[in-house]
């Protein structure tokens, strides 16, 4: 009987050679791969973010959790080929019209996608319309926005009130972020979720869509 | 005093009568003067005149004294709108860098859609590329400025690059995120490349050190995502060594410490760095005025103190004037501080309240200021 929670520990450690190594022995000995998922995998990247909005850990030791998590599950993807990769949600994120800046964005989805949700990256500088048409074809139930300057955070206010017209406000959770936006500046807007670092997105996701 | 003199004596440790304000406000006057929308009255004002209309010092920016030069190999820029490729073809063989360039907006910093490393071959390439890379200076550009602006304010520059060695392999280079991955497969080779950037900063030292400018700018854009244990390792002992390099000429060193600081804060002061430039307080991020003080302690002057979103519509007068008097009252007695921005002041920011800001002081920014 394969140990999870050794996976979960080389995972919180960023050791992506024994996380592979782990999750292949794992798979080997029978054990499911959903179980390898839920019980190893997501196991370790949640105590990462905990660690990581607690202080104790840093950008790049999500960062480096974030990759050993990716190489399992390409060892994990043949064996999920009929079910696929099992996911809690999904999300569409993004960084608004104007701005350039991605790094932090990129933090929050690779950190997302490492924690079971099913991410789709618009990339930066997305249009207000892009943001729309992107949640309604996905189907998506959250869409995610950065903002880094103060001028390009009120995009985000017009992409929630673009998502009202449409008439899809109430089938998509808007979580907002980005180092200017604050709790009061996502309540201003109508956000439903603000999340100050890639650790607290996760929680905020989770709780928002009740998984 | 000029605005000039009381920066550079608060800087000094000295005792003044009142706050000195520097303040930055290229963003806002880049975007408005591409956009033809600077404000009625100040149509083809210059930066400088701004900033005397509204009664502050200012705060000039100005990249670099030294320009590079290339030996030994062949350096090609394609200029496509907005977009920039610069090649680099060396006997090891070539790297190449895409950037999207768009001053229409007003930044003037570019933004990097494809970085010079792509691999791990290209790291021999890189440390050539350093390695003949030469500086010369770039004084009379920089001249031609500090004349503008006199004895108004200060135009902050840097001997070499806008950030330091280590920033610039982290973020220029090899990208923030491929970075981390990088040390951690290749320890030696991204060393290596830090060694041959430091090498060629310490170059454009010698150069920029013949500039008689009061203060150097060593190390642009500190925020938390730089990993404190990589900080303590790889920019403390590259910070000490420049502080003291800059201290035997008698020059002052600042660094331009505008994003999250909370857990760099302590290891401020084990880098002998004088000034803590563009400090941004809560709310913009979780550090507190009086934390700022607390942390980096009384040897380090801070300037900055007004976070951008506060010159936002969202914020009115009344918060401003109510955030400012409360910010200064954190900093009592109010010695080795600059009233300034953290780091700009925005597009859609109110240029009166730079004004705003120079009555706030007369008000309420005596010195020392009393709780
Ligand atoms: C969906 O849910 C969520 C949830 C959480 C979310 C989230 C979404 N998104 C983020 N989060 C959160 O989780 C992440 C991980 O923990 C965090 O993400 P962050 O993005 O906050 O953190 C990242 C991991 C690391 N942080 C960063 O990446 C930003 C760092 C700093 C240094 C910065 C950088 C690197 C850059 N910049 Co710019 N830049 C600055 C920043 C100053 C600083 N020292 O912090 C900032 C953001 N920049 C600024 C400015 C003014 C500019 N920049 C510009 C350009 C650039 C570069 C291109 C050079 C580069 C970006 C490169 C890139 N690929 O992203 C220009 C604008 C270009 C544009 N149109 O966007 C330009 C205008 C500068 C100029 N004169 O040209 C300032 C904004 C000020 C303001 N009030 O608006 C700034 C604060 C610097 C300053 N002190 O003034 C959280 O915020």
Same mark, same amino acid.
């Given at each position: ?34 179980e390898i998922i839920a019980q190893g995998l997501q196991a370790g990247m949640a105590a990462v973010g905990e660690k990581f909005s607690s202080g104790e ?155 | ?50 900033l005397r209309d509204q009664g502050a010092g200012a705060q000039a920016r100005f990249f670099a004294v030294t320009r590079e030069e290339y030996r030994d ?22 790297? !190449?860098? /895409?950037? %999207? ?7 003037? $910093?570019?933004?990097?859609? +494809? ?50 060695p280590v920033q610039r392999v982290m973020r220029e280079i090899i990208g923030y995120e491929q970075f981390f991955y990088e040390l951690a497969d290749r ?8 060694? !041959?950037? /430091?090498? %060629? ?7 920029? $050190?013949?500039?008689?400018? +009061? ?93 951008? $979103? ?62």
């Amino acid at each position: 009987m394969a140990d999870f929670s050794l996976i979960a520990q080389a995972l919180d450690q960023g050791d992506r050679d024994k996380t592979v190594a782990l999750t292949e022995a794992a798979l080997g000995s029978g054990a499911n791969p959903q179980e390898i998922i839920a019980q190893g995998l997501q196991a370790g990247m949640a105590a990462v973010g905990e660690k990581f909005s607690s202080g104790e850990y840093f950008l790049p030791d999500m960062l480096m959790a974030a990759r050993a998590m990716k190489a399992a599950l390409e060892v994990l993807a043949p064996a999920l080929e009929q079910t696929g990769i099992p996911t809690i949600g999904k999300v569409v994120i993004g960084t608004v019209e104007g701005d350039m800046h991605d790094i932090g964005k990129n933090v929050v989805a690779t950190f997302l996608s490492g924690n079971g949700f099913e991410v789709f990256d618009l990339g930066l500088n997305v249009p207000a319309q892009k943001f729309i048409d992107e949640v309604k074809e996905k189907k998506a139930d959250i869409l995610g926005m950065s903002a880094l300057l103060t001028t390009t955070m009120p995009v985000m206010g017009r992409v929630i009130k673009g998502l009202e017209e449409a008439g899809l406000r109430s089938s998509v959770k808007v979580v907002v972020g980005g180092a200017p936006v604050t709790q009061d500046y996502a309540n201003y807007i109508g956000a439903d979720g603000y999340a100050h670092d890639g650790g607290r997105a996760v929680p905020v996701c989770r709780e928002l869509i009740g998984k | 005093m000029t605005h000039k003199q009381q920066i550079l004596a608060a800087a000094r440790g000295g005792k003044l009568d009142k706050l000195p304000f520097g303040a930055r406000i290229d963003v806002w006057y880049n975007y408005h003067s591409a956009h033809g929308t600077l404000p009625d009255k100040y149509q083809g004002w210059s930066q400088t005149d701004i900033l005397r209309d509204q009664g502050a010092g200012a705060q000039a920016r100005f990249f670099a004294v030294t320009r590079e030069e290339y030996r030994d190999m062949e350096v090609v820029e394609t200029n496509d709108p907005p977009y920039i490729t610069t090649e680099y073809h060396t006997p090891f063989g070539n790297v !190449a860098k /895409k950037e %999207l360039f768009d001053s229409s907006e007003g930044p003037w $910093i570019r933004y990097e859609m +494809e970085k010079l490393f792509k691999s791990e071959k290209d790291y021999p390439v890189l440390k050539y590329v350093m390695e003949h890379t030469e500086p010369a200076d770039n004084f009379e550009a920089f001249n031609k400025l500090r004349e503008e602006v006199g004895e108004d304010g200060m135009v902050m520059t840097a001997a070499g690059g806008l950030w330091s060695p280590v920033q610039r392999v982290m973020r220029e280079i090899i990208g923030y995120e491929q970075f981390f991955y990088e040390l951690a497969d290749r320890p030696a080779r991204v060393e290596e490349l830090i060694e !041959a950037v /430091k090498d %060629l900063e310490r170059r454009k030292l010698q150069v920029g $050190i013949e500039c008689d400018l +009061e203060i150097f700018n060593i190390c642009a854009n500190w925020s938390d995502d730089i990993q404190t244990p990589v900080f303590r390792r790889y920019f403390v002992p590259w910070f000490q060594e420049v502080s003291e390099f800059l201290h035997s000429y008698g020059r002052l060193v600042m660094a331009h410490t505008d994003g999250e600081m909370r857990r760099l804060n302590p290891l401020f002061r084990e880098t002998g760095i004088d000034i803590a430039e563009a400090i941004t307080p809560a709310p913009q991020t979780l550090v507190s005025m009086r934390e700022f003080r607390e942390q980096l302690g009384d040897e380090v002057t801070i300037w900055g103190g007004i976070p951008s $979103i506060l010159f936002e519509p969202m914020y009115n007068d009344d918060d401003f004037d109510n955030y400012i008097k409360n910010m200064f009252r954190e900093m009592a007695p109010g010695y080795r501080f600059i009233v300034g921005m953290g780091d700009n002041l925005p597009f859609d920011g109110d240029i009166n309240r730079v004004g705003r800001v120079v009555e706030l002081i007369d008000k309420y920014g005596r010195l020392p200021i009393e709780v």
